[in-house]
């Protein structure tokens, strides 16, 4: 309830795995039951990421957790965006939805995040800016860094200690490259013990370096 310039960062993990005794994710029971029949004939699933080898009943109990946790999401967002309406802010206010990585249900026999496979960089992206007249779906290749160009845009702001592109320009380049530095930070449980790990996309080429190997994809 103000007319002063407003920031509202909210970080959602209902759809991060956790250490839960018996579900991978921190859903009310209530909300886990609607996509699956009954919790306690779950079939044993993991709470952390590395190999897995599921059978399809345990992956299909496990997307099923996931899109309820997606769903349970969806409403909260819903509930903020409805809010930012009711208060007459909607039409001056940059909105930004997104997640920083996705998840790995079995695919490539991996269970988790923190891979460059896609559907663990394939993610949510939606931005409305303010006074926004241009709606659609944008089907280029983006990267969420350049939402830092995005933001800055918006605001006015001259700034060159960031390299980007702005998410509400015509055009966006060839070659995006995507990049998991987070095994390299001193505080994380690899304690810096792993090189950062890269995917270049040029295209529908992508090549993905991982410093003990690389990997080319033809992603058509």
């Known amino acids: 309830d103000t007319d002063e310039p407003w920031f509202l960062y909210v970080h959602f993990t209902e759809t991060h795995m956790n250490n839960a005794d018996r579900l991978p994710y921190a859903l009310p029971e209530d909300d886990a039951l609607q996509f699956v029949d009954d919790a306690s004939s779950l079939p044993t699933l993991r709470t952390r990421g590395g190999k897995v ?35 007459a802010k909607w ?15 079995g695919e490539h026999g991996l269970l988790g995040h923190g891979y ?15 006074n926004a007249d241009r709606t659609g779906r944008i089907g280029d290749r983006v990267n969420t860094s350049w939402l830092y160009a995005t933001i800055r845009d918006v605001a006015g702001l001259d ?20 990049q998991d530095y987070s095994q390299t930070w001193d505080w994380s449980r690899y304690g810096g013990k792993k090189e950062g790990r890269h995917a270049i996309y040029h295209d529908e080429m992508k090549l993905i370096d991982e410093a003990e190997e690389r990997q080319l994809y033809d992603l058509n």
């Open 159 to 178: 700034s060159t200690d960031h390299v980007g592109t702005s998410l509400l320009g015509e055009t966006y380049p060839d070659s995006v490259l995507a």
């Open 116 to 130: 460059l496979y896609e559907p663990g960089l394939r993610v949510p992206l939606v931005v409305k800016a303010p």
């Open 53 to 87: 080898n599921y059978n399809e009943n345990q992956r299909d109990s496990h997307e099923r957790l996931y899109d309820g946790a997606i769903r349970y999401l969806d409403e909260k967002i819903g509930t903020i965006l409805q809010t930012v309406h009711e208060r």
């Open 91 to 105: 039409d001056n206010t940059l909105v930004i939805v997104t997640s920083d990585h996705g998840e790995l249900i």
